[in-house]
């Protein structure tokens, strides 16, 4: 469902993503995580199609840019992206509107599900840095988009739309969604992802699939502090 | 201890700021720009015209002028000190300072010997109009260099005084709104003597104005008053009476300070909220726009964007937005812009109406900036909507089409009956405008094109005033081209806005169409 294929991405002579190559098939959750400044939030935007890349980048066999593309790909920012005027409500009308969706009452089941109803009217500058999120979220999953990409969505959340979200993480991939999400709280995603990519100052450093493998197998965290902490090796499959 | 851990922070602020500009030689080249610019506003202000052709106004029309400005400058600042208290104090302040053993009333000060430096750079812009002042009024590089340190001080005890009654008045919204009484009626009453005066000597409205904007009324004004009457009073020779103003401004800086730092109450909590504002405002400034300046409290009312489908609804949800902005459907800012501009009409009556045609077009360029479709810009939902990139920036940009034509309406109507001049003339000035929007717009889209979100903010907004120039110039050329041939349609007013307007329309359209995928080169 998502390909990345050799992405390069520069902010002058910074080399924020190097010669990236990875996939996300339908039905699988990858993760991002790395530390802080190793070019998650990068290649997600690029993804997203919100920055200029080399390489390749195909959403459903589209090329990302393409309106094709946009019409499959759900993005989560990092900051809640949300406008100061418009109620609650109109967020979801926004999104229904612009999206040409049918006014099923999806919006209605989103915004209880993560307890915001009760917000609806609420103009976005009104809202918490918690329901800002979540507003996001919900605005996101409108569409029912097949490639979700999730920038840190559980920063700000209060435990109860932790829960729902990694509720919601489960039955997106039992639809057959594929979902990226990047992240650097390496507990917020040790149970539920498939594969995971470590990034190390704008490149993979190892790629590790979640299998029951072995007892001698390193724990995602194991692996991870191996790697930033400089002892990083060839890890496989 | 105390005084040696802030002199220590304020030191080494001052000399990490010098040692930016070393660093980053870009910041240096900002500068070198800046004061190049400076130097050439200054120089060209004393070659624009020979001295012997020169018909130099009234003195008192400028010391009114500042009077005004003052006013208007501590009003807003007071006001909006009033509402959210000082913003004195930065969220490193905040978090590092108060929680600290430094004595309370050392931070104060610390944080007062800061204010002086911004409110000096909030009154750099007064350097710049030195050419007009001096083309007008006589103004030397002294008399400037004066406006330009009483407009500094103005802001700073402006500042100092919103943030010194809000202590006081923050625990309730009665004491508050009192306060903001206080404020409007001495401002409603001043209008009201001004108001009289001119109607009292309706034949010469402009020499009324400056009477009475150096009135006593006016002079009494707390703080704005006494400083324009310190101006103005050296402008005049009179310097005992400048220095009778001084003296009373000092002592009534004197006695706030030994208030403020006597006062047990604490200011601590009252700067906390402001300064967080002001920490949303840097964030957000880092993103290229500055936060919208909302309501605090949005009345909602009708709810629902209710129309649009696809790219449309970005036109739709706009408006809604523009409703729930302000309550008068216009910009703050666009409502200063227009009523700035009329007064500059009333001043400037004698010399048509292309001058007031230049200069409103001249702050559209700020406006304009500030519009939707480059707020839009900001975030994602442009970019990720399947619709065309092409249709969503003309629906992204069709708002600015009945803003822009209230704003141009609401300057052009009084413009043209302060000058008398035809229907046609006002409706082509409207026109006119409208289309140097769509020109700077256009400006924003090329250069979103060509650099996407790699320019920094300044050499952004650098590059931003050079092509808003480039794009212009093709309507200029032919408006002067015209004129020097003598050949004129009407008059010589209409043909030159009617060239600019002419060559503006192919000219923005052009680029827009050229730039119709900016949406998928550019960087959020």
Wanted: glycine share 8%; aromatic share 12%; proline share 3%.
């Amino acid at each position: 469902m998502l390909k990345v294929e050799h992405v390069t991405k520069k902010y002058g002579k910074l080399l924020a993503n190097n010669d990236i190559s990875f996939s996300v098939e339908s039905g699988q959750i990858a993760v991002l995580v790395g530390p802080n400044g190793a070019g998650k939030s990068t290649i997600i935007k690029s993804i997203a199609g919100l920055l200029r890349f080399e390489g390749k980048i195909e959403i459903g066999g589209f090329d990302n840019k393409s309106v094709e593309a946009k019409g499959l790909i759900g993005y989560v920012p990092e900051m809640p992206a949300v406008y100061d005027l418009l109620t609650v409500s109109e967020h979801m009308e926004f999104i229904r509107r612009a999206y040409r969706l049918p006014d099923d009452g999806y919006d209605k089941y989103l915004l209880e599900r993560f307890e915001m109803m009760d917000k609806k009217d609420k103009v976005g500058k009104e809202l918490s840095k918690g329901m800002q999120q979540k507003l996001s979220i919900c605005c996101t999953l409108l569409h029912r988009p097949r490639v979700i990409i999730f920038d840190e969505p559980l920063i700000g959340l209060d435990p109860h739309a932790i829960k729902e979200i990694k509720n919601m993480f489960s039955e997106l991939k039992a639809q057959g969604c594929a979902l990226l999400i990047s992240t650097h709280m390496l507990d917020s995603v040790e149970n539920f992802w498939d594969v995971a990519h470590i990034m190390v100052n704008g490149s993979f450093a190892a790629t590790k699939y979640n299998t029951p493998g072995g007892e001698n197998e390193k724990s995602l965290e194991e692996l991870f502090f191996e790697i930033t902490e400089g002892k990083a090796s060839e890890v496989g499959k | 201890m105390n005084g040696n851990a802030l002199s220590y922070l304020l030191r080494t602020k001052i000399h990490n700021q010098l040692v930016s500009f070393f660093k980053k030689p870009v910041r240096l080249i900002y500068v070198v720009i800046f004061i190049g610019l400076l130097v050439l506003t200054m120089i060209g202000g004393n070659a624009g015209a020979k001295e012997s052709d020169r018909v130099v106004r009234d003195i008192s029309e400028l010391t009114a002028g500042i009077n005004a400005l003052f006013i208007l400058i501590f009003a807003t600042t007071f006001n909006s000190g009033l509402k959210n208290g000082g913003t004195f104090f930065k969220m490193a302040d905040v978090n590092y300072l108060f929680p600290s053993p430094l004595n309370k009333r050392s931070i104060l000060f610390y944080a007062l010997i800061q204010q002086i430096w911004s409110s000096m750079l909030i009154g750099i812009f007064i350097l710049f109009q030195y050419s007009a002042l001096h083309m007008n009024y006589n103004l030397s590089y002294l008399g400037l260099t004066l406006i330009f340190l009483t407009y500094s001080l103005t802001v700073f005890l402006s500042q100092t005084l919103g943030m010194f009654l809000y202590t006081f008045v923050s625990d309730s919204e009665k004491k508050k709104n009192i306060a903001k009484a206080v404020l409007y009626i001495i401002i409603v009453g001043i209008l009201a003597y001004i108001g009289l005066h001119v109607l009292q000597n309706k034949d010469h409205i402009v020499k009324a104005l400056a009477e009475a904007g150096n009135g006593l009324p006016v002079l009494l004004f707390p703080f704005a008053g006494w400083i324009g009457g310190f101006a103005g009073s050296i402008f005049k020779g009179e310097y005992i009476e400048s220095a009778l103003w001084l003296i009373l401004s000092a002592a009534a800086f004197t006695a706030m300070l030994i208030a403020m730092s006597r006062s047990k109450r604490e200011y601590y909590e009252d700067v906390i909220a402001s300064a967080e504002t002001m920490q949303n405002t840097i964030n957000s400034a880092k993103d290229g726009v500055p936060p919208e300046a909302t309501p605090k409290v949005i009345k909602v009312g009708k709810e629902g964007i209710g129309k649009g489908n696809g790219a449309s609804v970005f036109f739709y949800k706009h408006m809604l937005e523009n409703r729930r902005a302000s309550k008068i459907w216009i910009k703050p800012m666009s409502l200063v812009f227009v009523l700035i501009t009329i007064g500059f009409t009333i001043f400037m009556k004698g010399a048509g109406i292309l001058p007031i045609f230049a200069f409103s077009v001249y702050m559209q360029v700020f406006t304009v900036a500030l519009g939707r479709f480059n707020r839009e810009l900001t975030k994602p939902f442009i970019y990720l909507v399947p619709e065309s990139p092409f249709k969503k920036i003309i629906y992204a940009l069709a708002e600015t089409f009945p803003t822009e034509l209230l704003e141009s309406a609401l300057i052009f109507i009084p413009v043209s009956i302060i000058l008398g001049a035809p229907a046609l003339v006002c409706i082509l000035c409207i026109v006119g405008r409208m289309t140097f929007s769509f020109l700077f717009i256009a400006s924003s889209i090329a250069i979103e094109r060509l650099w996407g979100g790699s320019l920094s903010k300044v050499a952004g907004l650098l590059i931003y005033f050079v092509v808003d120039i480039l794009l212009s110039a093709p309507g200029i050329v032919l408006a002067v081209v015209l004129s020097a041939s003598g050949i004129t349609l009407f008059s010589s007013d209409i043909t030159s806005v009617m060239s600019i307007t002419l060559m503006n329309i192919p000219v923005a359209s052009l680029i827009i169409y050229s730039c119709r995928n900016v949406l998928q080169y550019a960087e959020l």
